[in-house]
């Protein structure tokens, strides 16, 4: 990674590269933002945060192996099909936050079996979201979308069959905790259903190439992914047997950080190649989407993300326990270039 010192001067303020001496001059409020930025990326760069992040990953994806039918079951191309987008990698972001919020609260009951449940679904999300009668997209996670490798019917069908999964698992592997396995059910089918995920994704698509207040696309990038990430987080905290109080926080925190999620995602669809997200780039310009991006211009929409992530670390700090890896989470994210 590149690494730059701000240095004061006399006469200018310069950042100097580390590596090769080069010295660039800032002018003044940019000086305050940078060493926010110099900051933020030297503490979420740790390798203490980076290795647990890998750490976190390998579990989640072992897991994976674990829960989800192999590639060899009847029928072979439905499986290889939830397989090909399964296995492409993906940030795992939802699973991590089931997982580190569970760990805030009590370690008692395993969080993986959870943070599978919701890593398929988001992916049934994932492969419904790329199909031609959606945003049409020929790229995701590294690969070729699943309609591309496998065709149209057999991607709705690996999406129909990971949707359903997800609640298999929680039913099968919460079991033993029937209060446990029901909230965790109820708040994934609540958060992914009309009303949320769903119902995001409707007005998402109803509302191509329409002019959109700010306060309606806030609204929509709440429900289309706001709801999910606020729902690893609700997971995370009902493992861990977290009270109401504690439960309505990390509701919010989880809610916040969903809004900045998409906003940046939307940043990125407008900036970053697809060599860096590993997804079809441009793809909301192509389809006439409404983001705050596209309406007030990447600035804006950048003090927007910045904002709310903000306000979920003043919400994070009033959740108990060790919140040192989520707050490098949310800063990371904050930053991520996929
Ligand atoms: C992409 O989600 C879809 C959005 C909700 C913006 P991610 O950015 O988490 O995708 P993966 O899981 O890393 O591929
Ligand atoms: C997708 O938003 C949100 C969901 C999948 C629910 P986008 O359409 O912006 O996601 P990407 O950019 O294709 O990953
Ligand atoms: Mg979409
Ligand atoms: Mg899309
Ligand atoms: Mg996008």
């Given at each position: 990674?590149?690494?730059?010192?701000?240095?004061?001067?006399?006469?200018?303020?310069?950042?100097?590269?580390?590596?090769?001496?080069?010295?660039?001059?800032?002018?003044?409020?940019?000086?305050?933002?940078?060493?926010?930025?110099?900051?933020?990326?030297?503490?979420?760069?740790?390798?203490?945060?980076?290795?647990?992040?890998?750490?976190?990953?390998?579990?989640?994806?072992?897991?994976?192996?674990?829960?989800?039918?192999?590639?060899?079951?009847?029928?072979?191309?439905?499986?290889?099909?939830?397989?090909?987008?399964?296995?492409?990698?993906?940030?795992?972001?939802?699973?991590?936050?089931?997982?580190?919020?569970a760990r805030?609260f009590n370690e008692n009951t395993?969080?993986?079996?959870?943070?599978?449940?919701?890593?398929?679904?988001?992916?049934?999300?994932?492969?419904?979201?790329?199909?031609?009668?959606?945003?049409?997209?020929?790229?995701?996670?590294?690969?070729?979308?699943?309609?591309?490798?496998?065709?149209?019917?057999?991607?709705?069908?690996?999406?129909?069959?990971?949707?359903?999964?997800?609640?298999?698992?929680?039913?099968?592997?919460?079991?033993?905790?029937?209060?446990?396995?029901?909230?965790?059910?109820?708040?994934?089918?609540?958060?992914?259903?009309?009303?949320?995920?769903?119902?995001?994704?409707?007005?998402?698509?109803?509302?191509?190439?329409?002019?959109?207040?700010?306060?309606?696309?806030?609204?929509?990038?709440?429900?289309?992914?706001?709801?999910?990430?606020?729902?690893?987080?609700?997971?995370?905290?009902?493992?861990g047997?977290?009270?109401?109080?504690?439960?309505?926080?990390?509701?919010?925190?989880?809610?916040?950080?969903?809004?900045?999620?998409?906003?940046?995602?939307?940043?990125?669809?407008?900036?970053?190649?697809?060599?860096?997200?590993?997804?079809?780039?441009?793809?909301?310009?192509?389809?006439?989407?409404?983001?705050?991006?596209?309406?007030?211009?990447?600035?804006?929409?950048?003090?927007?993300?910045?904002?709310?992530?903000?306000?979920?670390?003043?919400?994070?700090?009033?959740?108990?326990?060790?919140?040192?890896?989520?707050?490098?989470?949310?800063?990371?994210?904050?930053?991520?270039?996929?």
């Open positions: 990674m590149k690494r730059f010192q701000l240095v004061t001067t006399g006469c200018a303020d310069v950042i100097v590269c580390w590596h090769c001496s080069e010295k660039t001059r800032i002018f003044g409020k940019q000086i305050e933002k940078l060493q926010d930025l110099i900051d933020n990326l030297l503490r979420m760069n740790t390798p203490e945060f980076t290795n647990e992040l890998d750490l976190w990953r390998e579990k989640v994806e072992k897991e994976i192996n674990r829960l989800v039918p192999s590639s060899g079951t009847e029928p072979q191309t439905l499986h290889r099909a939830m397989r090909h987008s399964l296995e492409a990698g993906g940030k795992r972001i939802r699973p991590i936050l089931v997982c580190a919020v805030c395993a969080p993986l079996p959870a943070a599978v449940a919701i890593e398929c679904l988001h992916t049934y999300t994932l492969i419904h979201d790329d199909l031609p009668a959606m945003d049409n997209s020929d790229l995701r996670r590294g690969r070729p979308t699943c309609h591309k490798e496998f065709g149209e019917a057999a991607a709705i069908l690996a999406g129909d069959a990971l949707l359903t999964l997800s609640f298999e698992i929680l039913s099968s592997s919460y079991s033993n905790s029937p209060s446990l396995a029901n909230f965790l059910i109820q708040d994934l089918a609540v958060a992914s259903g009309s009303r949320w995920l769903v119902g995001g994704q409707m007005e998402d698509i109803e509302n191509e190439g329409l002019a959109l207040s700010t306060e309606k696309l806030s609204s929509i990038n709440r429900k289309k992914t706001g709801a999910l990430l606020a729902a690893a987080c609700i997971m995370g905290a009902r493992i047997q977290a009270n109401e109080a504690q439960l309505a926080l990390v509701r919010q925190f989880g809610a916040l950080l969903g809004e900045s999620f998409q906003v940046i995602d939307d940043i990125l669809d407008y900036t970053a190649s697809a060599e860096q997200t590993g997804k079809s780039s441009g793809r909301d310009a192509a389809n006439g989407k409404v983001t705050l991006a596209s309406i007030e211009g990447i600035d804006s929409a950048r003090n927007r993300a910045t904002f709310l992530t903000q306000e979920s670390l003043n919400t994070l700090s009033n959740i108990q326990g060790n919140t040192a890896f989520l707050e490098s989470l949310v800063r990371w994210l904050e930053q991520r270039a996929s």
